[in-house]
Every structure is written in C-alpha cells, then in structure tokens.
C-alpha cells in the first residue's frame, strides 16, 4: 500500500487525530510504501526544525515504510490519470500531481493508495477500489 502525505504526517504526530487510525491501518499491512516524493515532502517540516527532528523523522519513516523512487512509468500513469479529469472536466487541482502519483503508484503496481484526503476524485478517475481513506 502506498500512502500519501497526509497519513505520513499523522504516522508522524502523536498528536494528531489520525495517528491511530493510519497506524492501525497500515499495522494490518504486509508491504507501507513511500514514494520518494512523499518522503521529501514529509520531511520539509523535520528540516525546518532542525538536525534533532531530521534524524528522528527518518527513523520513524524508514522504519514504518519501504522507499519507492518514481519511474517513468508511474509520472507517466499519474499525468494520464490527471488528463482524465480534465477531460471530464473536473478541475486537476482537485488531485494534486504528488497526489496523483500515488495513486498511479498503486495502479502501476497493483496495490492500494492510503490518505486522509476525502476530496480526491475517485469516481471519476475509476479507482475508487484501490484507496482506502482514513
């Protein structure tokens, strides 16, 4: 499973109202997978705050996920599927492209995409089946 920002985030933060729904979720998990992207974008705020929180958001992310580069094929799979919205014309800010390759991330590899965002299109993107929300 391929988790977005959001549920990297609240794995994350104790503090956050969704840490124990994303950690129970992904518990039951045999294979958490992060996208590179994902990675670096968690990380802005560790490296804002200094070499402390760096360090131990890397740990917490490196122990909770396994790191996944972007190949071509997912930006690829993730720019079609943003094409699609447009074509049906739905607004593609509505699916970020980081978002975007997430879930081209679960297609591409016929897995599931894990998020806290209830406002991805999923219907009209036909892979409602592939993203469980917490």
């Not at 580069?69 to 593609?92: F, I, M, P």
Request: aromatic fraction near 4%.
């Amino acid at each position: 499973m391929f988790v977005d920002t959001g549920i990297a985030i609240a794995v994350l933060d104790v503090d956050d109202p969704r840490h124990r729904p994303a950690v129970s979720r992904l518990a039951r998990e045999p294979d958490p997978r992060i996208l590179s992207s994902t990675w670096g974008e968690v990380m802005v705020a560790a490296y804002a705050k200094g070499e402390r929180q760096i360090r131990l958001a890397t740990e917490i992310l490196d122990t909770a996920f396994d790191r996944v580069d972007l190949d071509r094929e997912v930006v690829e799979t993730a720019a079609r599927l943003r094409g699609r919205l447009l074509r049906k014309g739905v607004a593609s800010s509505r699916l970020p492209m980081l978002d975007a390759m997430v879930v081209a991330a679960a297609v591409v590899h016929d897995d599931k995409a894990m998020t806290t965002d209830r406002t991805w299109p999923l219907a009209e993107l036909r892979v409602k089946q592939r993203v469980v929300i917490v």
